[in-house]
């Protein structure tokens, strides 16, 4: 048995949460290895919503079993405060679920930084995190001395570690305001943030795990994998439109390292693709539609963040960007996601090559300077009227919509395996 990988091909939200879930019952294992609580998978069933941040969306299938591996960063609160309403809500969660002890874990000087460096640095334009404190610790991990990684609340030197930081954090933040904040930044308090985190290490110590060892066995046992990406690859941090980008990998690339899962193992890499293209936060965007057109998608996708709640930016779907990410993540089939949003225009585009400073390309270029640069060439493909959000078989699809999936599998020479047509999980078609 090999692994599936789910993985975001644009700028994140592409519900790939809703894929997840729907592929989780072929599934023994679901793995979360990157990002943290800035991603917000939705899903639906049984007339249910739920909103996972941390909490692989393998959750709602009692037999599967859900691992936080080493590649996420914790939010400890955030993470507790998905147990306490998924179990509210009835879903069981036990030795189900697995916290990895190499996980790093986000600290209130964290969101402080995220704070204090908004809107700082050498661009005009705000990257617009989340604000949930991604980027810090994820800087700290890679800096190594003032990291703390999950396993290390529960060991003897924990409280010293935290009184470590703290002082260097203290002289370290205050530094790094700007003359607006420098007046925002009262001192953090050692003691305080060691006792709150032991509280919540106390809570989380049953789902403590070295996830790499138990997913290597898994590996030799020949179990069913299934890894959820979060974010899009478009975010990823060596591949994506640096700087407007997340601090994981989060393309194809960033499986192994976030999981420890040899590359060879994932055979099967889905691609979740928006049938029109959306971003939150600042940086690019090609086809973005800053109009009538733009805000009906909104409208009808009901666009805006599920973490954030900031309206998201619309557009067309970008398949020279998708081409590359595909590419980049070696996608095997794709999941064309929110089709029934393009029901009712009369003509839907897509951007099939870009023209920089004159020149026709087929690329996507490694700088963000040349891509805010770019002016989408656009095909146009006319549209269907009808509603097609109960429409279960690939065949009963309206003609132009077929002709629309048909078209974008060839442009990005993958085949569409997934048509989703609403949010819940009866709405999806799988093609023939
Ligand atoms: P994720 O972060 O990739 O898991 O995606 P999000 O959950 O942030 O955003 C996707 C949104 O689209 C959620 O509100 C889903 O419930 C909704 N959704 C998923 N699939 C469909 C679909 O086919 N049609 C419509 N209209 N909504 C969908
Ligand atoms: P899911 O998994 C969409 C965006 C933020 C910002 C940039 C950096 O739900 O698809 P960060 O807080 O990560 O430092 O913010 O990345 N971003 C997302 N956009 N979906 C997400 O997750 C995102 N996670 C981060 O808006 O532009
Ligand atoms: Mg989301």
Redesign the pocket.
């Known amino acids: 048995m090999s692994a599936t990988c789910v993985i975001?091909l644009q700028w994140?939200?592409?519900?790939?949460?809703?894929i997840?879930d729907f592929l989780t019952e072929q599934n023994e294992i679901v793995v979360r290895y990157q990002g943290g609580a800035n991603?917000?998978?939705?899903?639906?069933f049984d007339g249910q919503?739920f909103?996972l941040s941390l909490i692989p969306?393998g959750i709602f299938r009692p037999q599967v079993q859900c691992i936080v591996a080493n590649g996420v960063v914790i939010n400890p609160a955030s993470i507790l405060q998905e147990i306490t309403q998924l179990t509210a809500n009835g879903i069981h969660i036990g030795s189900n679920l697995m916290i990895s002890d190499r996980a790093h874990v986000i600290f209130p000087w964290h969101f402080e930084e995220d704070r204090l460096m908004n809107n700082m640095g050498i661009r005009s334009e705000a990257i617009g995190t989340t604000m949930r404190g991604i980027g810090p610790c994820y800087r700290d991990k890679v800096g190594r001395s003032l990291a703390i990684r999950f396993g290390d609340m529960f060991r003897s030197d924990f409280r010293e570690k935290v009184e470590g930081i703290v002082a260097a954090k203290n002289r370290y933040l205050p530094a790094l305001a700007s003359d607006a904040l420098k007046d925002t930044v009262p001192p953090l308090n050692a003691t305080e943030i060691y006792q709150q985190y032991s509280e919540y290490a106390n809570k989380l110590r049953p789902f403590l795990a070295d996830t790499t060892n138990y997913l290597l066995d898994a590996v030799d046992a020949g179990k069913a994998i299934l890894f959820e990406g979060?974010q899009?690859a478009l975010l990823d941090i060596d591949h994506g439109t640096f700087p407007y980008v997340t601090s994981s990998n989060s393309s194809g690339v960033g499986v192994s390292s976030g999981s420890g899962v040899p590359a060879s193992f994932i055979k099967r890499m889905i691609g979740?693709v928006k049938a029109y293209t959306t971003r939150v936060g600042g940086g690019p965007f090609p086809t973005e539609l800053n109009n009538e057109l733009g805000q009906k998608i909104r409208d009808?996708?009901?666009e805006y963040?599920?973490?954030t709640k900031r309206p998201r930016r619309c557009g067309w779907f970008d398949a020279v960007a998708v081409r590359y990410t595909s590419r980049l993540s070696g996608v095997t089939e794709l999941s064309l996601?929110?089709?029934?949003?393009l029901s009712t225009f009369d003509e839907i585009k897509v951007c099939t090559a870009y023209e920089l400073d004159g020149k026709y390309i087929e690329y996507f270029p490694s700088n963000v300077d040349d891509l805010s640069r770019v002016k989408p060439v656009y095909e146009t493909l006319p549209g269907w009227a009808d509603d097609i959000?109960s429409i279960n078989s690939f065949n009963n699809l309206p003609e132009n919509a077929r002709k629309y999936i048909a078209r974008l599998s060839e442009i990005i020479k993958i085949p569409v395996r997934i048509v989703?047509?609403?949010?819940s999980r009866e709405?999806?078609i799988v093609c023939p």
């Open positions: 975001g994140g939200d592409e519900a790939k949460g809703k997840v991603a917000g998978h939705t899903i639906v919503k909103k969306s979060a899009g979740i009808r996708g009901n963040g599920t973490v996601m929110l089709l029934d949003v959000s989703s047509v609403g949010p709405q999806t």
